[in-house]
């Protein structure tokens, strides 16, 4: 049976299940990775798995319920969890160790509408909930369906005056939603820039798109990842706010996969001025927050080659 827990629990100010600690603070350099609550033919993990390379990590994915803004989280059986209090008991594990867990909001089959004040409300309140009965500290917003950026900023500002200074917020947009500043997505990460984290955009599954030169770029190159970088880095993100996001192996994305060489490159590129390709960044970006991956089960199956490539290096990075 799955575990279900909404937001009849908002706003009793109990927390019913695991203990609150105070999160531990994101580090300057961060590697984020998606875990799977589900089985699709990559590695099954439990939380207690996932490579110690993570700092952040992004439970996938909170479900909608029929209140609108409203979500729920619903453990899968196919995980192998025989409690919803073992899951708690790793959460607490991961967080005694330094890392952050997000509930993220979304993904390509999730679709959560947050388009009026009501809604708003609905969210925040069910997200906190969450946080306090699971232990989250914080959410992932991964909306693949549009968002409405006036109702979305309303919702993550409630979130915030709830959850206090220690929550975690994250984004993991599409390349055509940070295109531009005026395009929803983009202008949400502004309006709450006071308190995000970090915009991990999707750089997969995209196929061509213009870089802040206005040059096209095709996705699996390291312009890609910097020219498209640099359209957040120069649209008003803190280049702590940016980070790279890629497929773990090519199984974990339809397309986009890079080598994590690629990705090293692109790190140093925005950083260090070093290991450009074509296009090369009128300045360096040494905050960069660093990269972010699809997913921690799909890294895994490949033999953990992604972040024992990746963490590394986004660590070291200046």
Not at 76 to 104: E, M, N, Q, R
Not at 193 to 205: C, R
Not at 242 to 247: A, E, K, L, T
Request: proline share 4%; charged share 15%; net charge negative.
């Amino acid at each position: 049976m799955a575990v279900v827990v909404t937001a009849a629990l908002a706003g009793t100010g109990i927390a019913t299940g695991a203990p609150h600690a105070e999160p531990a603070a994101v580090p300057k350099h961060a590697l984020t990775g998606y875990w799977q609550n589900f089985n699709n033919g990559a590695t099954v993990q439990k939380l207690r798995d996932v490579q110690a390379q993570y700092d952040i990590i992004a439970v996938s994915f909170a479900d909608s319920t029929a209140t609108p803004g409203e979500i729920t989280f619903n453990l899968d059986p196919a995980v192998g969890y025989s409690s919803a209090a073992d899951f708690k008991a790793d959460i607490k594990s991961k967080k005694d160790a330094g890392k952050s867990v997000i509930l993220s909001i979304g993904g390509e089959k999730g679709n959560v509408t947050i388009n009026s004040d009501a809604s708003a409300t609905a969210f925040a309140n069910s997200a906190h909930a969450l946080m306090q009965e699971y232990g989250f500290d914080g959410v992932d917003i991964d909306l693949e369906h549009g968002v409405n950026s006036a109702y979305l900023t309303k919702a993550l500002r409630q979130l915030s005056a709830k959850a206090g200074s220690g929550l975690v917020l994250t984004m993991a947009p599409q390349t055509i939603d940070m295109q531009s500043t005026s395009n929803e997505y983009f202008k949400t990460a502004l309006a709450v820039k006071d308190i995000l984290t970090v915009v991990n955009m999707q750089y997969y599954n995209s196929g061509s798109m213009l870089g802040c030169d206005g040059k096209v770029y095709s996705q699996g190159s390291v312009d890609f990842l910097t020219a498209l970088a640099c359209i957040q880095l120069e649209g008003g993100l803190d280049p702590s706010q940016v980070g790279i996001g890629v497929p773990a192996s090519t199984r974990a994305a339809g397309s986009g996969y890079v080598d994590p060489s690629v990705v090293k490159n692109a790190l140093d590129c925005l950083t260090r001025g070093t290991g450009c390709g074509t296009f090369k960044p009128t300045k360096t970006y040494p905050g960069l927050r660093g990269a972010m991956t699809w997913s921690t089960n799909w890294d895994a199956t490949a033999g953990n080659a992604w972040s024992d490539a990746v963490g590394p290096h986004v660590h070291n990075l200046p």
